[in-house]
């Protein structure tokens, strides 16, 4: 056939075009982690560590770290780019923000981030508490390396938590809304290890305020529905003015939202949740039923003063990252959403949290 | 494939178009490039649920298709050179022709300079973009050779590379949220007819069609409104699905969207999927191309019949890769491609038109003359 040539020729040159632009793999450095942090010099404001991976002649595996100060995220990478012999390359990396800049805003270096085609939407982001520089460069025996590290803990999180999954796309997507306001996990590197301290609040992009772990589990409840979540909930006995702990495990939870707009804008949680307990330090018999309905009762006791406490606290802070916003937005017209003063009406909301607690068994052991 | 080789009235034994290929060959020339950008169109020129306009644009298509099938109808299967030799003298419509030549050469060459320009920006920033102009006008030329059944047979081949691709979206749907499509119906848009316009250049390519009259089998006009249909309703779902992906104003704020949509898909075994995607719509870019030179062929060959038909095809490609040769930036590209998309629109309306007002013409006096020599 007379097509078979010219056929064959286009096949040859497709072939050919992985000839130009090649990249060869032992001259890049492909980053894993990057940090962005409040420098101390006023000419180049932010200051960026990447920790990426090398191979030594022998063979053996290590990592390296290179900083620069710079007045853009941009720039930092091109001072980087002058202190190695290697090829500064973006992959599924971490990035970090280290306190200080992320309470000034991270937006500038996330949209600048989203531009470059190198950084994927699945890139992880986090606050440090303190600097992230400090983090990266933390030697920990038991770790090899702290950026591998961090992305699979992250990446644990994620499957555990549904608030705590947390990436570029989840990040910008909520930035943009104007019904919601992102979240991110805040790591510490104060003690041995690289721990997850909670959750950051955001407005607009600035970082606001840390909530504690157990607050970052109660906002997991409000924000929606939870698949195979645990919960450990701790309840003064009113007797003898002890603590116990009880660990709630395999939570399955309904979360329905609604808005009462006569009674003065009330949004009412409704939380429908079942789960086994695996743990109970209390006094109660909890294999007779009686007293599973009790505490039943007392867990929805717990769950309810405690997503009271938090929302006022969202609500001083003036974040919303369980996005009320949405659910009144979707009630009102567009133009009273247009000339709403959201914060004002948003710190005079009132609350009322329903919940409705289940538990299905009560371990292996009476 | 099976296809009957048949005529019309059997005195033609050359082999016809089968509706089905048609259908598919509708679905492959419609202009999706802009598919690309057309939730951020939608979000900028309507305003919140923005997708919802892509229903009324198809209404308007689905008129302009009308058009074509009243000529096929009333004209009974002529050509419309054929019926517009009759009534108009060549001479007259030599530069309508040129008109329609040009916009059809330069929107073919626009769209394959943006989908290169893309291409570049996102995957090999460093490939030369002749070479790719090259490669798309080689492609395109071995199409051209073989004629209009040829090429549709290829393209209903290239359709079965890219349609998989589609499944990808149901890795999406863990983060869809009907929360973010809003109450709001086209709330905060700026330009609804700007808007339109837009959105219409997506269904480009149809109006192509107008020149199959002699090529396709008798009941081939179901054919059209298939195809359009199967546009539709893809534009539709990846848009409506980008609405409720992405937030509003991330989506006015993301250049291309369906591209990061795509982005987002992670497969075990594949992540960043949109590589792949982009490059398989290739496939679809260059059915687009070949179909608006496989119409200026038509155009040039019926102006002048003398010249062999590959002649023309040289002479066509030539053009589309020098014009494609000559913008510099993306922004130019598209400044470009809307304006001659906007040419477009109007030739796919105008032309039909045309052709309809000829044919009624005839109609009429084919109606008088048969009354006087009834009167004699």
């Known amino acids: 056939m007379q097509n078979k040539i010219p056929v064959l020729i286009i096949i040859c040159?497709?072939?050919?075009?992985?000839?130009?632009?090649?990249?060869?793999?032992?001259?890049?450095?492909?980053?894993?982690?990057?940090?962005?942090?409040?420098?101390?010099?006023?000419?180049?404001p932010i200051k960026t560590t990447v920790l990426?991976?090398?191979?030594?002649?022998?063979?053996?595996?290590?990592?390296?770290?290179?900083?620069?100060?710079?007045?853009?995220?941009?720039?930092?990478?091109?001072?980087?780019?002058?202190?190695?012999?290697?090829?500064?390359?973006?992959?599924?990396?971490?990035?970090?923000?280290?306190?200080?800049?992320?309470?000034?805003?991270?937006?500038?270096?996330?949209?600048?981030?989203?531009?470059?085609?190198?950084?994927?939407?699945?890139?992880?982001?986090a606050i440090v508490e303190g600097k992230?520089?400090?983090?990266?460069?933390?030697?920990?025996?038991?770790?090899?390396?702290?950026?591998?590290?961090?992305?699979?803990?992250?990446?644990?999180?994620?499957?555990?938590?549904?608030?705590?999954?947390?990436?570029?796309?989840?990040?910008?997507?909520?930035?943009?809304?104007?019904?919601?306001?992102?979240?991110?996990?805040?790591?510490?590197?104060?003690?041995?290890?690289?721990?997850?301290?909670?959750?950051?609040?955001?407005?607009?992009?600035?970082?606001?305020?840390?909530?504690?772990?157990?607050?970052?589990?109660?906002?997991n409840l409000l924000c929606g529905n939870i698949h195979n979540g645990s919960l450990m909930v701790n309840m003064v006995d009113e007797k003898t003015k002890k603590t116990n702990q009880l660990f709630l495990s395999d939570i399955n939870s309904n979360n329905d939202k609604k808005v009462n707009k006569r009674k003065n804008k009330t949004v009412e949680i409704m939380l429908d949740l079942k789960g086994s307990v695996l743990e109970y330090t209390g006094s109660l018999d909890i294999s007779n039923e009686k007293y599973q309905r009790q505490l039943e009762k007392q867990i929805?006791?717990?769950?309810?003063?405690?997503?009271?406490?938090?929302?006022?606290?969202?609500?001083?802070?003036?974040?919303?990252?369980?996005?009320?916003?949405?659910?009144?937005?979707?009630?009102?017209?567009?133009?009273?959403?247009?000339?709403?003063?959201?914060?004002?009406?948003?710190?005079?909301?009132?609350?009322?949290?329903?919940?409705?607690?289940d538990l299905i068994n009560t371990g292996k052991a009476k | 494939?099976?296809?009957?080789?048949?005529?019309?009235?059997?005195?033609?034994?050359?082999?016809?178009?089968?509706?089905?290929?048609?259908?598919?060959?509708?679905?492959?020339?419609?202009?999706?490039?802009?598919?690309?950008?057309?939730?951020?169109?939608?979000?900028?020129?309507?305003?919140?649920?923005?997708?919802?306009?892509?229903?009324?644009?198809?209404?308007?298509?689905?008129?302009?298709?009308?058009?074509?099938?009243?000529?096929?109808?009333?004209?009974?299967?002529?050509?419309?050179?054929?019926?517009?030799?009759?009534?108009?003298?060549?001479?007259?419509?030599?530069?309508?022709?040129?008109?329609?030549?040009?916009?059809?050469?330069?929107?073919?060459?626009?769209?394959?300079?943006?989908?290169?320009?893309?291409?570049?920006?996102?995957?090999?920033?460093?490939?030369?973009?002749?070479?790719f102009i090259f490669f798309f006008i080689l492609l395109s030329f071995q199409l051209l050779k073989g004629g209009i059944y040829k090429m549709s047979k290829a393209i209903v081949v290239l359709c079965a590379i890219v349609q998989p691709m589609l499944f990808l979206l149901f890795y999406l749907i863990p983060e869809f949220e009907f929360a973010r499509y809003t109450t709001f119906i086209f709330k905060g848009g700026t330009d609804f007819l700007k808007g339109a316009l837009h959105v219409y250049t997506a269904f480009l390519g149809i109006e192509v069609s107008i020149l199959f009259f002699p090529m396709v089998e008798k009941k081939w006009t179901k054919a059209l409104f298939i195809g359009n249909l199967l546009s539709t309703v893809g534009y539709i779902l990846i848009t409506a699905i980008c609405y409720g992906f992405f937030s509003f104003n991330q989506i006015l704020n993301d250049l291309f969207p369906v591209m990061t949509l795509f982005e987002y898909t992670e497969v075990s075994f594949l992540s960043r999927a949109e590589n792949l995607c982009f490059s398989v719509f290739a496939f679809k870019v260059?059915?687009?191309?070949?179909?608006?030179?496989?119409?200026?062929?038509?155009?040039?060959?019926?102006?002048?019949?003398?010249?062999?038909?590959?002649?023309?095809?040289?002479?066509?490609?030539?053009?589309?890769?020098?014009?494609?040769?000559?913008?510099?930036?993306?922004?130019?590209?598209?400044?470009w491609l809307s304006w001659l998309s906007y040419c477009a629109i109007g030739i796919a309306w105008a032309l039909p038109l045309f052709v309809l007002s000829i044919l009624f013409i005839q109609i009429f006096k084919n109606l008088i003359d048969r009354e006087t020599d009834h009167a004699k």
């Open chain 2, 1 to 131: 494939m099976m296809v009957k080789k048949r005529g019309i009235n059997g005195d033609l034994m050359k082999e016809r178009l089968h509706p089905f290929q048609l259908s598919i060959l509708i679905y492959m020339i419609q202009n999706s490039l802009i598919l690309y950008s057309l939730p951020r169109y939608t979000a900028e020129y309507f305003g919140t649920n923005g997708w919802i306009s892509i229903l009324f644009i198809f209404v308007l298509v689905n008129i302009n298709i009308l058009l074509i099938v009243f000529i096929y109808k009333l004209g009974k299967g002529r050509s419309i050179f054929e019926i517009i030799d009759t009534t108009v003298p060549k001479w007259i419509m030599v530069p309508f022709y040129l008109l329609i030549i040009c916009v059809w050469i330069g929107i073919a060459s626009m769209i394959m300079r943006l989908y290169i320009f893309i291409f570049k920006m996102m995957f090999f920033p460093a490939l030369p973009v002749s070479l």
């Open chain 1, 132 to 219: 992230g520089e400090e983090l990266l460069k933390k030697k920990i025996p038991s770790i090899p390396d702290n950026a591998e590290y961090l992305y699979t803990f992250m990446e644990k999180l994620g499957t555990q938590n549904r608030i705590l999954n947390t990436d570029k796309y989840r990040f910008l997507r909520d930035y943009y809304d104007d019904g919601i306001d992102p979240v991110l996990p805040v790591f510490t590197y104060e003690k041995d290890n690289i721990e997850l301290k909670g959750l950051g609040t955001f407005k607009d992009d600035q970082y606001i305020s840390l909530l504690t772990l157990s607050e970052t589990h109660i906002l």
């Open chain 1, 13 to 44: 040159c497709l072939l050919l075009t992985g000839c130009r632009g090649s990249k060869v793999i032992e001259d890049l450095a492909i980053l894993e982690a990057v940090s962005f942090d409040q420098s101390d010099s006023n000419d180049n």
């Open chain 2, 286 to 335: 260059l059915s687009i191309i070949v179909i608006y030179f496989w119409g200026a062929q038509q155009f040039l060959g019926n102006m002048i019949k003398k010249i062999k038909p590959n002649v023309w095809i040289f002479i066509i490609l030539s053009c589309g890769f020098i014009l494609a040769m000559l913008p510099d930036s993306i922004v130019d590209v598209e400044k």
């Open chain 1, 52 to 125: 990426f991976p090398t191979v030594s002649k022998e063979g053996m595996a290590g990592t390296q770290f290179l900083s620069a100060s710079g007045k853009s995220s941009h720039e930092t990478f091109i001072n980087l780019q002058n202190l190695t012999n290697l090829k500064l390359v973006g992959g599924q990396s971490t990035i970090l923000f280290g306190k200080d800049l992320s309470k000034k805003g991270i937006f500038k270096i996330v949209e600048s981030l989203s531009r470059d085609p190198e950084f994927g939407t699945r890139v992880k982001l």
């Open chain 1, 300 to 357: 929805e006791d717990y769950i309810k003063t405690n997503s009271k406490k938090l929302l006022v606290k969202l609500q001083k802070d003036q974040t919303d990252p369980i996005g009320i916003g949405t659910l009144i937005r979707n009630r009102t017209s567009y133009e009273k959403w247009k000339k709403l003063n959201w914060n004002q009406t948003y710190s005079n909301l009132n609350f009322k949290v329903n919940v409705k607690v």
